[in-house]
């Protein structure tokens, strides 16, 4: 077997720290390779085009290579990247609704009352799913993310826990909280 065969075939962890300590951009590749359209389409769920989406997944391994040495090995790297694009793609969104913010002259603030009782999984899947992208849209993205991870990535409340470095009741209460808010949205189409 040749050197790039063996290197295709190391785990990603064992991938991760040889990136990391040699820089070697042709490793580079092969973790691109392996995660470039899971980026790609996580980054999409945030965006609205696909140019967009893929400028930010290039960003996003730009950033990564010179990260890399900050990954521990805690978690599966896969668990780690997935944080990595999260936080990186809420920042992005951050920063565009607050300019966005910034050249509308006058806000107007709005309460929502959250509902008092807890709306289960079931009822979340009977929303409608043209009218639920437009209620997601409306709704932070702090909250869009831990809805989208739950529900559109199907990760365990531990999963989230450790991709968003938060105990298990905090996990649990942003997502009814974020339930709450996105059944508010949805009713208010």
Request: glycine share 2%.
């Amino acid at each position: 077997m040749k050197k790039t065969e063996l290197d295709e075939n190391l785990e990603d962890k064992e991938l991760v720290y040889k990136i990391a300590k040699s820089k070697d951009t042709r490793l580079y590749a092969i973790l691109y390779d392996r995660y470039a359209k899971t980026i790609y389409n996580k980054c999409l769920s945030f965006v609205k085009s696909n140019e967009e989406a893929q400028d930010l997944t290039h960003d996003i391994f730009v950033l990564l290579f010179a990260k890399l040495k900050t990954f521990k090995g805690n978690s599966k790297f896969s668990t780690w990247l997935y944080s990595f694009t999260y936080n990186f793609c809420v920042n992005y969104v951050q920063r565009v609704q607050k300019k966005k913010k910034e050249k509308i002259v006058s806000i107007d603030d709005i309460v929502i009352d959250y509902p008092s009782e807890e709306i289960d999984d079931e009822d979340m899947m009977k929303l409608k799913s043209k009218k639920l992208a437009m209620a997601l849209k409306k709704i932070e993205p702090d909250d869009k993310i831990i809805l989208m991870m739950k529900y559109q990535d199907d990760l365990s409340i531990k999963d989230i826990e450790k991709a968003l470095n938060i105990g298990s009741s905090a996990v649990k209460m942003r997502l009814s909280r974020a339930k709450s808010r996105l059944v508010n949205s949805y009713k208010t189409l």
